[in-house]
């Protein structure tokens, strides 16, 4: 048997690699076997996993098992030992590079990076206390063992666990600690510190929802999974360190490493950020497939860690700053789910291997060094880790509970159970042998002791975790919550019942037994038993503020659905979708606070000091005013000298005198060349001295006492004086050399001939004004897609909050607030469109042509899934349509705005037409509006409309009538006041004017505004010129409004765009007035909206008040309104009819309104 003290994974004496354990082969070694192995490995792992499932400690234990009997075999047989031969063979640092970059990137890809930033100090503090004292800890043992050994005491028991003397005698007979410790003379041993490096890493891709409850707060998995992470970058730093220092080992002094330890994480932090980048532009890209973004992605991990590590720096730190930086935006949409199962795969394959063969690497030792003192102290080392933590959670809990409302001394016992050991402690276990100064008999006991503490760790602390967490309560899931799961259940119960009631007016399915189908399709979920407290049954109604909090925490989720999704659908750009994901998770935490534009504005931090900056360039920038002089009478020589001053070439002449002073100023700053050139610099300095005397002179021969209004001229003039003044000080210094106060003066003038250059400044200003406009105009269309997409989410966030809470107090309450944080959001659109109209317009343009591509790509995938297109065909008309969305990478930053007469055309009732347009052109005005002005007042009688084309104003309103009659309205007792903000395109007044009724509105200006006024006169001239269409299509646009206002959910499937219905009849408006009857004849009909005045069912006599979608069974109806307008969405194929046709087959097109803010 070959001497076992050599190492496995570094290098020996000679040119190969000497063997940690084991033998060397003293016979032909033949290649093959070991694929043979890892397949055989694979195997295994999977069936175990598939046998195992809920045990992922069970399958490591028997894989390593089955190593440690394979390196036994090995030990023993030749025909094994060519098996395992290669692994023993492998250095460890390859390993290391095989498999712990997939595995940490995978870990950090997990990893909210959001909420890590949020309790970075936190993380950064327990991190450092849990390294400190893991250290402190175990490297007392050997200071405890010199002392034991210095008082003579019996070494029978105490050797057994404490660490012997360096001199002590080698022999088969010590103990486990001898062959960890020996050359340890005294506490600061090598191998002793590597080993207590090694143990205080935690397992990084420790995930608790692995675990079989819920109610489990994810910032405080991610304080572990963040904690573990950096701990795990900090000892790859200090072993790569220790790696490359090799030969100067323990030599080079603290502040050699404090410096490599610095360089070591900004240089990977860098390098990683920029890997990132590039990974986040291939899964992005539109053209590739999901194949090449895999294999691509993989293949950067690997390339940035083998990078990272070849300049010396650290690829564990790079890859935790890639993965952090990326999140599902990152992704195209599915591909994450894909990505994210291939790296759980070759993550979970990488454990397994490594697990069994560290067993085989152990087995392949000697035996006689496995006694009962082994396991003492495995026993000592698992307490003292497990102690090192509750001391680290013991000290920063009383910061945890300031940082946290949520936190408390249940999750700080939970949390002292997290310190998991994995797969990096078994990799960096080698090490431990190779970057000692001294060597040992039996190098595999440190991989036994790291091996064994990692499985202990998992299967005991895992179990401890959960036992803690279900008797603490902490999976409890609380009855606010209990009552939102059971709104939600009750709303999917809702949706099947109805699916089936819809499915028995199918003819084919008649004959189907709809009893079974009811008993087998009811939902009956019941939550496990350790998900509800002993006494929920018992426990009292929650009161208002704790619903309210859950209700909080359901909407920043939904929030956060809407951003996604809308950044999916091309609405919402990638930053800002990022931004606004990151906002709401940064405003979360905070208990009670619903997150308001102005807090994503403070998260933003956008443009002010751009702002400030480009105000300063301003006032800095060289204008050439011309009006300053005007040359008067026949003196030839000023004319002569005017036309010299202002022409470009004199400007350029003076920049090109600033230039070509550059090199005697070198000349004069370096001491040997300005002693050989004395006097050649002295008459150089003459002649720019005199040159810059007659540019000045020229000027203010021509400027006068106006050269000094600019203030460029000042300071050329203040460096004149500066340079005459130092060319007199060098002719004095020859006169009188011995005066060293005149000399000492002199030399310092001659530094302050740099300033000759400060004029060149005045060429940069304009090219740094257009960038900072260029950053400007980018942050404020930034700004206006976080804010339009903030406004989409409020919205959404609004339909839902019925299954949030079914609560009617809570319901109001979140229905103000989220109202409330839409107005607001709508005034900052309003703001910024005012602040630069043609960014908002260009930004507009860029969103509208996306998102009618990406209908385009929706409606090609139909034609394609159902064959109308061939696949060829449909893979080349898909490159067509995403090679224009990638060619609006390019599109301009800013659109001038269309002149006032062409917003007519975006008049949706005007459809474009020519002959509508051209004759409202004619009688339309342009009004102008200051800030503060009223437009209307409520109560007042309408004198026409307003077209908003640019600027924005504010609507004050009382509760909103609908056209209800007062006797009616007494169910409506709300006095909310309601407030809306309108900005360009917005019309204001048209239900007004068409009604002829009081405004019920006040209208005031924001900012200043401009808009297009068609009176009340010239509005009802176009009535009856073009009788009836052109009314009935401004009611169907406003009862279009008014449906997608209020009942967006139900039309969710629904195309009834206003160009839809006038062409194809899928929608209508029908007029229905007091006292008059209606069938609805629901065969033809899909729905029937009430969007203004009320009717009542005349079987069962219920009312029915605007806004509402009548019932089913309801038959027919009669208007209990003067006037009552309905909706009426066909349920048929829509056929083509004109305008005409469809107008007088449907009666009087009357009656609508647009929305609650502008009209009521």
Not at 483 to 497: F, K, R, V
Not at 841 to 855: E, G, N, P
Not at 930 to 937: L, P, T
Not at 1089 to 1117: H, N, R, W
Request: some cysteine; hydrophobic content about 45%; charged content about 20%.
């Amino acid at each position: 048997m070959a001497k076992v003290n050599s190492t496995f994974l570094g290098t020996g004496s000679g040119h190969t690699a000497d063997l940690l354990c084991g033998r060397s082969a003293d016979y032909t070694f033949a290649h093959g076997y070991f694929p043979m192995l890892v397949c055989f490995i694979t195997v295994l792992g999977g069936f175990l996993r598939s046998f195992i499932k809920n045990s992922e400690v069970t399958v490591l234990a028997v894989l390593s098992l089955t190593g440690f009997v394979i390196g036994h075999l090995a030990y023993s047989f030749i025909q094994m030992h060519q098996v395992v031969y290669s692994l023993l063979r492998t250095p460890s640092f390859s390993l290391y590079c095989y498999v712990s970059p997939l595995i940490i990137f995978m870990a950090a890809l997990d990893v909210d990076f959001y909420i890590l930033k949020n309790v970075l100090w936190q993380v950064l503090l327990t991190g450092f206390i849990t390294k400190s004292s893991v250290l402190r800890s175990v490297l007392s043992q050997s200071e405890a063992q010199t002392w034991l050994e210095s008082m003579d005491t019996s070494r029978s028991t105490m050797n057994k666990i404490y660490f012997k003397k360096t001199h002590t005698k080698k022999t088969g007979d010590c103990d486990c600690l001898t062959d960890l410790s020996q050359a340890m003379p005294s506490f600061v041993s090598s191998i002793c510190f590597l080993f207590c490096l090694c143990v205080s890493c935690a397992r990084a891709s420790f995930s608790w929802t692995t675990f079989p409850f819920s109610g489990i707060s994810k910032m405080y998995t991610d304080i572990i999974r963040g904690e573990s992470m950096i701990i795990c970058g900090v000892t790859s730093i200090f072993f790569g360190i220790l790696r490359n220092n090799l030969v100067h080992m323990f030599v080079f002094r603290e502040f050699h490493v404090l410096l490599d330890f610095i360089f070591h994480i900004f240089g990977s932090i860098l390098v990683g950020y920029w890997s990132a980048r590039i990974i986040q532009f291939i899964l992005t890209d539109l053209f590739s497939n999901t194949l090449t973004s895999i294999i691509l992605c993989v293949s950067m991990v690997y390339m940035t860690f083998y990078i990272v590590e070849f300049l010396k720096l650290s690829g564990m730190v790079a890859l935790i700053t890639v993965g952090l930086n990326l999140d599902s935006l990152s992704f195209k949409p599915r591909m994450e789910i894909i990505i994210t199962k291939f790296l759980i795969m070759f993550t979970s394959v990488f454990q397994q291997l490594i697990y069994t063969f560290f067993g085989i690497i152990i087995g392949c030792g000697e035996n006689n060094y496995f006694k009962f003192h082994t396991l003492n102290f495995t026993l000592i080392l698992f307490i003292t880790v497990n102690f090192v933590r509750l001391l680290t959670i013991v000290l920063v809990s009383p910061i945890l509970m300031r940082s946290s409302y949520e936190y408390n001394w249940r999750w700080g016992v939970v949390i002292a159970w997290s310190g998991i050991k994995g797969v990096f402690n078994l990799l960096l276990a080698p090490d431990i042998y190779n970057l000692s100064d001294k060597n040992v008999e039996s190098p595999e006991m440190i991989i036994f002791y790291v091996q064994v503490l990692s499985l202990m760790t998992m299967g005991i602390n895992s179990y401890m975790m959960i036992h803690f967490a279900r008797t603490l309560g902490l999976c409890v899931i609380s009855l606010p919550r209990q009552m939102a799961m059971q709104n939600a259940i009750d709303h999917i119960q809702e949706m099947i019942q109805n699916t089936i009631t819809l499915f028995k007016t199918e003819k084919i399915l008649t004959n189907v037994n709809w009893t079974l189908v009811e008993e087998k399709s009811k939902i009956k979920y019941r939550i496990s038993f350790h998900h509800i407290s002993p006494g929920a049954k018992e426990q009292e109604s929650p009161t208002d503020e704790v619903l309210i909090e859950e209700a909080r925490l359901h909407v920043a989720i939904i929030q956060m659905s809407s951003f996604e999704k809308q950044c999916q659908d091309g609405i919402l750009d990638t930053e800002a979708a990022r931004i606004l994901i990151g906002a709401t998770k940064s405003y979360c935490p905070i208990q009670g606070k619903f997150m308001s534009i102005y807090d994503v504005s403070t998260y933003v931090k956008a443009r002010s000091w751009l702002i400030k900056f480009k105000k300063i360039l301003t006032l800095l920038e060289y204008h050439k005013d011309t009006g300053y002089f005007i040359p008067y009478g026949n003196n030839k020589f000023l004319i002569f000298i005017y036309h010299i001053v202002f022409s470009e070439e004199f400007d350029y002449a003076g920049h090109i005198i600033s230039l070509m002073y550059i090199y005697p100023l070198i000349i004069h700053l370096t001491s040997v060349p300005r002693k050989l050139n004395e006097m050649s610099l002295t008459l150089v300095n003459y002649y720019f001295i005199f040159l810059y005397v007659l540019q000045s002179t020229l000027k203010i021969i021509i400027l006068k006492r106006k050269y000094f209004h600019q203030h460029w001229n000042t300071l050329e003039f203040c460096i004149l004086i500066i340079g005459i003044t130092d060319s007199f000080c060098v002719y004095f210094v020859k006169l009188r050399p011995e005066n060293l106060v005149l000399i000492q003066f002199t030399i310092i003038l001659g530094y302050t001939r740099i300033i000759r250059f400060i004029p060149l400044i005045k060429l940069l200003i304009p090219t740094l004004i257009n960038i900072v406009d260029v950053q400007i105009k980018r942050r404020l269309s930034l700004m206006y897609s976080i804010t339009k997409g903030y406004v989409k989410s409020q919205e959404d966030a609004k339909f839902l909050i019925k299954q949030i809470s079914s609560r009617e107090s809570i319901y109001q309450k979140l229905y103000e607030i989220l109202e409330t944080n839409k107005r607001d959001a709508i005034r900052e659109l309003g703001l910024i469109e005012h602040e630069d109209r043609d960014v908002v317009i260009a930004l507009k343009t860029r969103q509208a042509i996306q998102t009618v591509i990406a209908k385009s790509l929706k409606h090609l995938s139909f034609l394609c899934s159902r064959g109308i297109i061939d696949k060829h065909e449909g893979i080349e008309m898909n490159k067509v349509l995403l090679s224009k969305i990638k060619a609006l990478n390019n599109f301009p930053m800013s659109i001038p705005p269309p002149t006032p007469d062409k917003y007519l055309h975006n008049i949706v009732w005007l459809e474009n037409k020519d002959v509508l347009i051209e004759f409202f052109k004619e009688r339309a005005k342009l009004a102008y509006f200051d800030y503060g002005d009223v437009i209307c007042k409520e109560g007042e009688m309408p004198q026409g409309i307003y077209l908003i084309i640019s600027g924005m104003a504010i609507l004050h309103s009382s509760p909103p009538t609908f056209g209800v009659d007062s006797v009616h309205r007494l169910t409506r007792q709300s006095q909310t006041l309601f407030t809306e903000y309108c900005t360009c395109g917005d019309i204001i007044g048209e239900l007004s004017c068409l009604l002829k009724r009081e405004i019920e509105y006040t209208a005031i200006c924001e900012t200043i505004l401009q808009a297009c006024f068609i009176s009340l006169e010239d509005l009802y001239e176009g009535f009856d010129v073009f009788w009836p269409s052109l009314e009935y299509k401004i009611w169907l646009k406003l009862a279009l409004s008014t449906a997608y206002q209020y009942f967006e959910s139900a039309l969710v499937d629904e195309d009834i765009t206003f160009q839809r219905c006038v062409a194809l009849n899928v929608a209508y408006v029908d007029t229905l007035s007091n006292c008059n009857e209606m069938t609805i004849d629901w065969a033809t009909m899909k729905l029937v909206i009430v969007v203004y005045g009320s009717v009542m069912d005349t079987k069962t006599e219920a009312p029915f008040l605007a806004p509402c979608i009548l019932s089913k069974t309801c038959e027919q109806v009669q208007g209990t309104s003067d006037l009552s307008k309905l909706l009426i969405i066909q349920a048929t194929e829509p056929v083509k009819v004109s305008s005409d046709s469809k107008i007088t087959g449907k009666g009087y097109p009357f009656s609508g309104w647009k929305s609650i803010g502008k009209e009521f």
